[in-house]
C-alpha cells in the first residue's frame, strides 16, 4: 500500500489476478479482515494469521503503549523487536518509527520550541538513550564504517538504513495535518497529510540541554511513512501523478 500510494498506482486489480477468482476486486478488499487475523494472542500483530509471534505493534493504544515501551532497554537505549529479544539497531526504525505515529494521535500540533543544538527533548520515549545507542554501540570499531546490530557484530547495509532511520526520528519530529491532504488519484490521500515540524520543546516534563550528538551528525527528517527525505516524497509523487496509462 505504501508503493501504491506514493507511485499513484491504482487500486483495482489487474483483470487476470488470480484473487479476481475469489470475489476480490481492488488491492484493499477484505484488508481490515486479514490485519485482524493477525493478532495474537499477546495483542500485538504478527507477520501473517498462521504466526503466533507479536512483532513491533498493538492494536489498542493502552496495549500499544506499554509494549512499545517495554521494548526500550536500559541502560543501552535501544529497542528490541520481540518480548524476551535482544537490544537490536534496526529496531530503532522497526520500532522507534512508531512513537511518531502515537505522539501525533495524542497530542495538538506542536508549538515550535527552541533547544540547544544537539539537544533533544524527551517526551514519550528517551529519544538521547536511542541516540547514544546507535552512537556508541552500532558503529563498528574496525573502521568499515557502516552501523550495525549491536557490538560483536558486523556492520552491513540493512542495518545501516534502519538505525540511521531511527537516529533522524530521534532528531525531527513531525505531525499529521488533516488539512495539509491534497487529492490522490488513487484515494490514498492521508499519507500526505504528514508535515515535518521543528523538534518541539518537550510539553510538561524536564528536558536534557546537554547534547547528545554533534551538529555536524544531524541527519535529514525523513517522512514517517515513506521513510525518505520529505523532498524525495514530493518529488517521487509529483512525477509519478503525471504518469498515465496505468
Known amino acids: 500500500m505504501v508503493m501504491i500510494s506514493l507511485l499513484s498506482l491504482p487500486l483495482d486489480l489487474p483483470p487476470d489476478a488470480p484473487a479476481r477468482e475469489g470475489g476480490l476486486t481492488t488491492f484493499v478488499d477484505q484488508l481490515p479482515e486479514y490485519l485482524g487475523r493477525c493478532q495474537s494472542f499477546e495483542g500485538g500483530l504478527s507477520g501473517s494469521p498462521q504466526m503466533t509471534e507479536a512483532h513491533g505493534g498493538y492494536l489498542d493504544l493502552p496495549s500499544l503503549l506499554s509494549w512499545m515501551s ?21 529496531y530503532s526504525h522497526w520500532v522507534g518509527a512508531a512513537w511518531t505515529f502515537i505522539e501525533a494521535a495524542l497530542r495538538q500540533p506542536p508549538e515550535a520550541g527552541a533547544l540547544t543544538p544537539g539537544s533533544v527533548d524527551e517526551g514519550l520515549y528517551s529519544k538521547e538513550g536511542l541516540i547514544r545507542y546507535v552512537l556508541s554501540c552500532c558503529q563498528a570499531d574496525s573502521g568499515e564504517g557502516g552501523l550495525r546490530d549491536k557490538p560483536n557484530t ?52 524536564e528536558r536534557s540541554t546537554e547534547p547528545a550528538y554533534d551538529i555536524e551528525d544531524t541527519l535529514q527528517p525523513l517522512h514517517p511513512i515513506y521513510v ?19
Open 70 to 90: 517495554s521494548r526500550q532497554h536500559a541502560p543501552e537505549g535501544g529497542y528490541s523487536g520481540r518480548t524476551n529479544k535482544l537490544v537490536d539497531g534496526c
Open 154 to 205: 558486523g556492520p552491513d547495509g540493512y542495518h545501516t538504513c534502519y538505525a540511521l532511520a531511527g537516529f533522524s526520528y530521534a532528531q525531527h519530529s513531525s505531525t499529521f495535518d488533516d488539512a495539509a491532504q491534497s487529492s490522490s488519484a488513487n484515494g490514498l490521500a492521508a499519507p500526505f497529510g504528514w508535515v515535518p515540524t521543528s523538534r518541539p520543546a518537550d510539553q510538561g516534563n
Open 228 to 246: 525518505i527525505p520529505w523532498h524525495a516524497v514530493e518529488q517521487t509523487r509529483a512525477f509519478y501523478s503525471a504518469k498515465v496509462g496505468f
